[in-house]
């Protein structure tokens, strides 16, 4: 009889696209870092530039061995997650080979599902359309919020009582309502000190 093995969660990951790159935005912006762009979303965010990303069933579903080998074929040893939404899956096994390997591991998440891994940075970039999961509060380094709308700001403003006290606040002009919002957000951080301004800037470079 023929014994069937599960494969256990997190070592095997659906990958939209891994690229080295230079960070474009928050903290880390000018870093060179490698892309690990897992596929899957079910945020479902309006203006989101990445959905093709969404349909999980659309990627190759690929080792985490595979995963790092890619990596490392670079020189930087910067890794950042993303997505699609990387929480969707246990990143503890994929987090731990990294670190292994030597990686300094970011993640970029709008903590929507239980937070998962061993990170050195959480980019916590919540968005309205699906409520942020409770664990996420408590280890996000920095606070992302992106601005399309007026009433982001009270967004953020909301957000920023709940995450940690060392967790830094961002503001990020919506790439296509850059022009409205930015003389907005400059103010808004003028008086409201403790926020600082993230641009897109790889979209100004014309790199991914
Ligand atoms: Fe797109 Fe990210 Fe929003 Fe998902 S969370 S819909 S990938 S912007």
Redesign the pocket.
């Known amino acids: 009889m023929k014994t069937e093995q599960k494969v256990p969660e997190g070592t095997m990951l659906p990958l939209m696209e891994a690229f080295y790159t230079i960070q474009g935005e928050g903290r880390f912006t000018g870093h060179p870092a490698y892309f690990i762009r897992l596929g899957g979303?079910d945020?479902?965010?309006v203006w989101?530039?990445?959905?093709e990303?969404?349909d999980s069933g659309k990627w190759p579903i690929l080792s985490i061995e595979k995963i790092v080998a890619g990596a490392l074929e670079f020189p930087g040893r910067l890794v950042v997650i993303t997505?699609?939404?990387p929480l969707m899956y246990d990143l503890g096994p994929l987090t731990k080979l990294l670190r292994e390997n030597g990686f300094t591991i970011n993640i970029e998440t709008?903590g929507?599902h239980p937070f998962s891994g061993d990170f050195d940075w959480v980019c916590f970039s919540p968005?309205k359309?699906k409520k942020p999961h409770d664990s996420i509060y408590k280890v996000a380094d920095e606070l992302k919020v992106v601005v399309f709308h007026q009433s982001d700001f009270e967004f953020a403003k909301k957000h920023a009582e709940l995450v940690n006290i060392n967790c830094e606040l961002r503001l990020q002009p919506e790439w296509s309502k850059a022009e409205k919002f930015t003389p907005i957000i400059i103010d808004f951080a003028k008086n409201h000190p403790k926020w600082k301004i993230s641009l897109q800037t790889h979209k100004f470079m014309d790199i991914p």
């Not at 989101?48 to 959905?51: A, E, F, P, R, S």
């Open positions: 979303c945020v479902g965010c989101c530039d990445v959905k990303s969404w997505g699609g939404e709008s929507a968005k359309f």
